[in-house]
T-cell receptor, first 114, second 112 residues
Framework: GDSVTQTEGPVTVSESESLIINCTYS????????LFWYVRYPGEGLQLLLK?????QKGSSRGFEATYNKETTSFHLQKASVQESDSAVYYC???????????FGQGTKLSIKP | EAAVTQSPRNKVAVTGGKVTLSCNQT?????MYWYRQDTGHGLRLIHY???????EKGDIPDGYKASRPSQENFSLILELATPSQTSVYFCASGDRQHTEVFFGKGTRLTVV
């Protein structure tokens, strides 16, 4: 079936350091999967961070970026310099607009050390 | 305010019994989902729906049925509950582009 695997958490990074959270996917029932990163800040609901619907394209938001790599079936989330406010749980997800299917990875809890 | 309401919030069921988990959304979203969350697995998709009257199998549908009688309501049905179905179940609603996804607070189901 379809699946998403991401970096096992928790992850701790020092403020102003770089970050990468790995995400790989398997899409056996979706011909043209769309890829997403969602974030849940403490005490808040899930919100969309960025999305990419075309292979080879890069999405970016709030200093984060991720590139849809169909060859390696990956969608890693990167940020050059993290801030304390980036502490949250990050979810990689795979979706299909036509069917409405939406599959999440297991989530990666990120803590930023001041 | 966007809302997804699940009921019941906690449930203890006996093996072989029937369990119905209910979900209501007031977001006017087309898509609705049922996930279960277990330690080490994250959120796993059981069933989903892209509109009233539709139900689709997710990645782990065995032992579960779903019903979407209206835009607002989406139920998950365990006809013959088993201890392996002990878990926390989350309902969610979302728009077609997956830009908005709202989750309920979860239902803790224990099958004894």
């Amino acid at each position: 079936g379809d699946s998403v695997t991401q970096t096992e958490g928790p992850v701790t990074v020092s403020e102003s350091e770089s970050l990468i959270i790995n995400c790989t996917y398997s899409a056996t029932s979706i011909a043209y999967p769309n890829l997403f990163w969602y974030v849940r800040y403490p005490g808040e609901g899930l919100q969309l961070l960025l999305k990419v619907i075309t292979a080879g394209q890069k999405g970016s938001s709030r200093g984060f970026e991720a590139t849809y790599n169909k060859e390696t079936t990956s969608f890693h989330l990167q940020k050059a310099s993290v801030q304390e406010s980036d502490s949250a749980v990050y979810y990689c997800a795979l979706g299909d607009y036509n069917q409405g299917k939406l599959i999440f990875g297991q989530g990666t809890k990120l803590s930023i050390k001041p | 305010e966007a809302a997804v309401t699940q009921s019941p919030r906690n449930k203890v069921a006996v093996t072989g019994g029937k369990v119905t988990l209910s979900c209501n959304q007031t977001n006017n979203h087309n898509n609705m989902y049922w996930y279960r969350q277990d330690t080490g697995h994250g959120l796993r998709l059981i069933h989903y729906s892209y509109g009233a009257g539709s139900t689709e199998k997710g990645d782990i549908p065995d032992g579960y049925k779903a019903s979407r009688p209206s835009q607002e309501n989406f139920s998950l049905i365990l006809e013959l509950a088993t201890p392996s179905q002990t878990s926390v179940y989350f309902c969610a609603s979302g728009d077609r582009q997956h830009t908005e996804v709202f989750f309920g607070k979860g239902t803790r189901l224990t099958v004894v």
